[in-house]
């Protein structure tokens, strides 16, 4: 079997079918490499003392593990000095990174998750880290926040490594979604996957049911549909899964169809959901549309919408495409 690496994939992309400049090459190699790096990392463990707290809070009040800070130092350094970037914006930091004056800078700018699971790292459960790619504004000169508040759909690249019993890098670059597995012998990205696609329809769905008593009426309708099984409504049974790490959720997905929903609920009215527009829907959403899937916020497409700050939180409801309408379409029922 011939062997492609992710090398040789994103230099045929540039070559053959002009969709990757030089410069977004260079840059998804080296985030490929940083997670190279944190893959390493995730998989000492306790041996290599990652495990456990790091003591600290990020902006968003959610205390910080080891691994969070560790990863995000992993991307900050392998980035910075490449001349690919304007600047950086990351979950666990408050403001963004600009590229310090030292260093050549590009046109673009990259978004991460460095480490998306954190409560799975010390059980020995797959975690991941996801990112974001977009263009520097026409004529940017010193990068401000609102150079980073772009609709998901102007992102040029996308992806997520997932840190499991393999670790798999699953990336787009707006043509097609495409999975590369570490070889840790040759230290190299292999691709296993081309084209990935989801199903359109599913038995399978992903929601944290502890927080069923919060959900507004639209989730509670489509929820219990899917739980009166055969009998029910939808006339089949639905099986559940739930990770806790958005990224083996979606890679899951990914592989074999399902719906994933992290929805707003009553309790904080003002706050849309738990998850990040920026590091987390967005990237999530654009893998998802390019492997056939659709992902809302309930209301609209994720990818549409237009951030008006860098930590914003959105509802997310992504995955096989039928199943996305249909909860969407419960939401716009309710009016
Ligand atoms: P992070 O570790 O980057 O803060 O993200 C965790 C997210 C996401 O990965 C996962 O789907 C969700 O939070 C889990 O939430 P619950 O704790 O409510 O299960
Ligand atoms: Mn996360
Ligand atoms: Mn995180």
Same mark, same amino acid.
Request: with cysteine; hydrophobic share 40%.
């Given at each position: 079997?011939?062997?492609i690496s992710l090398t040789r994939y994103?230099?045929?992309?540039?070559?053959?079918?002009?969709?990757?400049?030089?410069?977004?090459?260079?840059?998804?190699?080296?985030?490929?490499?940083?997670?190279?790096?944190?893959?390493?990392?995730?998989?000492?463990?306790?041996?290599?003392?990652?495990?456990?707290?790091?003591?600290?809070?990020?902006?968003?009040?959610?205390?910080?593990?080891?691994?969070?800070?560790? !990863?995000?130092?992993?991307?900050?350094?392998?980035?910075?000095?490449?001349?690919?970037? *304007?600047?950086?914006?990351?979950?666990?930091?408050?403001?963004?990174?600009?590229?310090?004056?030292?260093?050549?800078?590009?046109?673009?700018?990259?978004?991460f998750d460095p480490l998306d699971g954190?409560?799975?790292?010390?059980?020995?459960?797959?975690?991941?880290?996801?990112?974001?790619?977009?263009?520097?504004?026409?004529?940017?000169?010193?990068?401000?926040?609102?150079?980073?508040?772009?609709?998901?759909?102007?992102?040029?690249?996308?992806?997520?490594?997932?840190?499991g019993p393999q670790t798999v890098l699953?990336?787009?670059?707006?043509?097609?979604?495409?999975?590369?597995?570490?070889?840790?012998?040759?230290?190299?990205?292999?691709?296993?996957?081309?084209?990935?696609?989801?199903?359109?329809?599913?038995?399978?769905?992903?929601?944290? *049911?502890?927080?069923?008593?919060?959900?507004?009426?639209?989730?509670?309708?489509?929820?219990?549909?899917?739980?009166?099984?055969?009998?029910?409504?939808?006339?089949?049974?639905?099986?559940?899964?739930?990770?806790?790490?958005?990224?083996?959720?979606?890679?899951?997905?990914?592989?074999?169809?399902?719906?994933?929903?992290?929805?707003?609920?009553?309790?904080?009215?003002?706050?849309?959901?738990?998850?990040?527009?920026?590091?987390?829907?967005?990237?999530?959403?654009?893998?998802?549309?390019?492997?056939?899937?659709?992902?809302?916020?309930?209301?609209?497409?994720?990818?549409?919408?237009?951030?008006?700050?860098?930590?914003?939180?959105?509802?997310?409801?992504?995955? !096989?495409?039928?199943?996305?309408?249909?909860?969407?379409?419960?939401?716009? *029922?309710?009016?």
């Open positions: 079997m011939k062997r994103l230099i045929e992309e540039q070559r053959d079918n002009n969709s990757i400049p030089a410069e977004l090459r260079l840059l998804i190699e080296v985030v490929a490499r940083a997670c190279k790096t944190i893959s390493h990392s995730v998989s000492k463990g306790a041996l290599g003392d990652v495990l456990g707290a790091a003591g600290s809070e990020n902006v968003q009040g959610e205390i910080q593990k080891k691994l969070d800070i560790i !990863s995000n130092e992993i991307l900050l350094e392998a980035n910075e000095w490449g001349g690919h970037l *304007a600047a950086m914006a990351s979950e666990e930091m408050e403001n963004f990174h600009p590229i310090p004056n030292r260093y050549p800078k590009g046109e673009y700018m990259l978004l954190s409560s799975n790292i010390d059980v020995n459960v797959s975690i991941g880290t996801i990112f974001s790619v977009l263009k520097a504004p026409e004529g940017m000169k010193e990068p401000c926040e609102k150079d980073f508040l772009q609709p998901g759909s102007k992102q040029v690249a996308a992806g997520y490594a997932v840190y699953v990336l787009t670059t707006g043509n097609g979604v495409h999975a590369f597995t570490l070889d840790r012998e040759m230290g190299s990205w292999v691709m296993t996957q081309r084209d990935m696609k989801i199903p359109a329809d599913t038995a399978e769905y992903a929601i944290n *049911a502890s927080n069923a008593r919060h959900w507004y009426p639209p989730v509670r309708r489509y929820i219990s549909e899917l739980e009166a099984g055969k009998t029910g409504p939808r006339g089949k049974n639905f099986n559940m899964r739930w990770i806790a790490s958005m990224v083996a959720d979606v890679h899951r997905i990914l592989n074999r169809g399902g719906i994933f929903m992290y929805p707003a609920d009553e309790r904080e009215p003002d706050k849309p959901g738990k998850l990040r527009l920026l590091y987390e829907a967005n990237p999530m959403s654009l893998l998802v549309e390019q492997a056939g899937g659709a992902a809302t916020n309930g209301e609209m497409r994720i990818l549409d919408i237009q951030p008006t700050k860098l930590h914003e939180r959105v509802a997310v409801f992504l995955g !096989s495409k039928n199943e996305v309408e249909l909860v969407t379409r419960y939401h716009a *029922a309710q009016g």
